[in-house]
């Protein structure tokens, strides 16, 4: 079975030329950003495996995307940013056992993510 561990969206997504969303201001792209991560924060029935299968990426993602903008903490500091509390603390509280189905439609969604 696939681990929470081992979900991945590593991909680098091509940039469009003159892509509005790179004219946004800083701010409120952050503002944004933060907005979504609450949401999740507050959507714990969105399972990281079903973002995964839906959307190819999940609560961890952002969190190494954060790492990747120069987020000086380490993996595990990242991911409580994100989650609102510690990876562990999370699981423990909200994550279900993934379905072979689950699984295999994250599967298939991230070889969407391929460049």
């Not at 081992?6 to 800083?26: F, G, I, Q, V, Y």
């Not at 959307?55 to 989650?83: E, K, M, P, Q, S």
């Amino acid at each position: 079975m696939t681990g929470e561990n081992d979900l991945s969206c590593d991909s680098d997504l091509p940039t469009a030329p003159n892509d509005a969303l790179d004219a946004l201001p800083d701010a409120v792209a952050a503002a944004a950003f933060r907005r979504l991560v609450r949401h999740l924060r507050h959507r714990h029935d969105a399972q990281n495996i079903d973002l995964m299968g839906l959307a190819g990426f999940c609560r961890n993602c952002l969190a190494d995307w954060i790492r990747d903008a120069g987020y000086d903490g380490d993996r595990d500091a990242a991911r409580a940013v994100i989650h609102g509390m510690a990876m562990d603390e999370w699981k423990a509280r909200y994550q279900t056992a993934a379905t072979p189905e689950q699984i295999e439609r994250m599967e298939q969604s991230l070889k969407k993510n391929a460049v």
